[in-house]
């Protein structure tokens, strides 16, 4: 997860949570902030809800190895 609001202290920070079936836990992802996800399996069902509705406007991106936030993946050959 990366935060993205501008004027916080935390702004382009990030932090992982690996997840996995056997736990069932759920990771909330509050407003301002993007996700993405990394899956160590194969046939991963990855689901998610949000709080509103969608909005072509304010979708976004980031590229998965943008050097400014320098992510790690945990894994050196990733397939993108």
């Not at 736990?23 to 992802?29: A, H, K, Q």
Request: include cysteine; proline fraction near 4%.
């Amino acid at each position: 997860m990366v935060y993205i609001r501008p004027n916080s202290k935390t702004f382009s920070k990030w932090t992982s949570y690996k997840l996995d079936a056997k736990c069932n836990e759920t990771l909330f992802v509050p407003r301002g902030s993007a996700y993405s996800f990394y899956a160590y399996q194969d046939e991963t069902v990855v689901s998610y809800k949000v709080d509103n509705y969608y909005n072509k406007e304010a979708e976004a991106s980031i590229i998965w190895n943008d050097r400014t936030l320098n992510i790690d993946w945990r894994n050196d050959t990733p397939i993108s």
